[in-house]
């Protein structure tokens, strides 16, 4: 097998999942009339329950208990409290120093020992480390949001700016375009779109001002990320690397596959071949023109759907040139 199935992710366990879910509800039932007759009460139960909630969380994902780890979950109980109690709950919270004192000190120790390690990585700064920008904020954050928060400034970023950066091909890659047949209609998509946008801001305005105001930041940030996505498809091309193929479609997919693992390479398939289970498609919005036939096996791109992946379809500007220049290096391997 190319790689074994691939285990559930931690951010889906239910030791995971189920903390926020517990202080969600219990922040809900704050803004009940028996909370706001009994505020005190209200914000000794709800610190309580988040910080039992972090904690057995953390004791059920990593079966021990160490300090470190600890601390971290009581600042972020402590956090948690304060901002989702209403005005009320959180005054009479404040108002208890004594209830604060571990929250409080929990979460200067994180602050401060996160802050220190940070400034240690920054110090040993390496601008070729892919995780050159994770690494540090991970020092605060928990490492899946501190990955969340990098992807989403540099989608801003790209979308933003980059207006004229030149397509991501290393050095010894060869890139294949796959953008040309794409953008027209992405661009047409976008532009759709902030009709229709305009039309419903129009009318949500006349209904309600906030409601509009929430649908205009949503909206905007969409049309953001369109936008990042558009111009993704022109700057990270198909690569040919030294290693294998890197299939990739911009901010989408980016898989390489090692040439070992390839067992053939076609065009024009049928229809039967791309729309087989064990059959990875990801040419957007067109026909592909490619299929990459394996040897080894990829495991399931999908959790609910089992069948692992034995051809990836894709769709290119020039599949002639790519499928020559695959077939000269499958060559040059088996030679």
Not at 23 to 40: D, G, N
Not at 84 to 104: D, G, H, N, T, Y
Not at 213 to 236: A, H, N, T
Not at 237 to 266: H, K, N, S
């Amino acid at each position: 097998m190319f790689v074994e199935l691939p285990r559930r992710p931690v951010w889906l366990s239910p030791s995971t999942i189920l903390p926020p879910i517990v202080i969600m509800v219990v922040a809900a039932m704050l803004r009940l009339p028996v909370a706001a007759a009994h505020p005190r009460a209200a914000a000794l139960a709800f610190l309580w329950i988040a910080s039992d909630a972090m904690m057995l969380g953390l004791m059920a994902r990593t079966r021990h208990l160490d300090w470190r780890g600890g601390i971290a979950a009581m600042a972020t109980a402590g956090l948690t409290v304060l901002s989702l109690s209403p005005p009320p709950v959180r005054a009479a919270l404040i108002a208890m120093p004594w209830a604060l004192a571990i929250p409080a000190a929990a979460i200067a120790i994180h602050g401060g020992r996160g802050l220190c390690r940070v400034a240690e990585r920054v110090r040993r700064w390496n601008a070729s480390d892919p995780d050159r920008w994770v690494a540090p904020l991970a020092e605060i954050l928990p490492r899946p949001l501190a990955r969340l928060a990098v992807a989403e400034a540099r989608l801003l970023h790209l979308a933003l700016f980059r207006w004229r950066a030149v397509p991501d091909i290393p050095a010894g890659a060869q890139g294949f375009a796959y953008h040309r047949h794409l953008q027209p209609m992405m661009i047409a998509l976008l532009l759709l779109s902030c009709i229709e946008i305009g039309v419903t801001h129009l009318l949500v305005a006349h209904w309600s001002r906030t409601a509009a105001l929430v649908l205009f930041v949503v909206s905007d940030v969409s049309l953001l990320y369109l936008i990042g996505l558009i111009k993704s498809l022109r700057l990270s091309p198909v690569l040919l690397t030294e290693t294998g193929v890197r299939l990739r479609a911009g901010l989408l997919v980016d898989r390489t596959i090692p040439y070992d693992a390839i067992a053939a390479a076609v065009a024009n398939p049928d229809g039967e071949t791309v729309r087989a289970l064990d059959s990875w498609n990801i040419a957007l919005l067109a026909w592909p023109n490619i299929v990459i036939r394996l040897s080894e096996p990829l495991p399931p791109r999908l959790r609910w759907r089992r069948s692992p992946v034995r051809a990836v379809a894709l769709r290119l500007d020039q599949p002639g040139p790519f499928l020559d220049a695959l077939r000269a290096r499958l060559d040059a391997e088996a030679g």
